[in-house]
């Protein structure tokens, strides 16, 4: 249990899991502002970001909301600082590719991360996993950019602009993807999403996957996202 709640996974400010939506419209605007193409080489200009991570997993302790300061450096090194109801970071986990012998290094705050230090993880053992139906090594807005990409290629899904949208104070453009063939494991149960893509960023701020009855299966939003900010060596290090 120790190892669950360092990693934090199932740890954090949470609050009851919300949200059904109907199946995506099948009339929509027949030409998109912007092309998913396009967002991809919006996101190659990125060197790093930072961002208030919000996720909602409903097959983790009910769909209860985690909120996650969430920084991020590629190649693809990562850290998560998961908060608690008063917005005071209770644990921490890092993450780079190619360093800690592949870890997910996790410690928590206070008397109990003195006691027991730093903790080593396989982001695919099944510790790490009993929070979180996807690793660390699947964090992130590159991911989703990708995995977008993949399943267009190979005729997946379906995409539809349904035009302009707000969230978090700024202007959105909101795309409907319907899945139209076999979707890999980790889409296990989803028929359709949403992608909310911020205008000028050009990048994903938020997601949301619903199974074919419109029941949230999960939803991630990316918050106050900031890019090319500098981050260093030492955000990606416990001190």
Known sequence: MLALCALAFGCGRRAPFEGEAPAPQTSSPSSAPISWAEIAQSYASVRDYTCLYEK???????????????????????RCDWLNDRGRVDQTAIYRAGENGGKVLARRTGPLGSLFGTLRLDPNDPLALADSRHPVTQAGIGYIIERVAQELSRHNIKMDYLGEDRGDGRALYKFALTATG???????????????????????VAIELYDASGALIERHRFKDMRVNVGLDDRTFAFP
Do not use: C, M
């Open 56 to 78: 909602q997993e409903r097959a983790i302790s009910n769909g209860e909301k985690q909120t996650i300061r969430f920084y991020f450096r590629k190649p693809f090194d990562v």
């Open 182 to 204: 076999p979707l890999p494991p980790d889409l296990d149960g989803a028929h359709h999403a949403f992608i909310w893509v911020d205008e000028k960023l050009r990048l994903p």
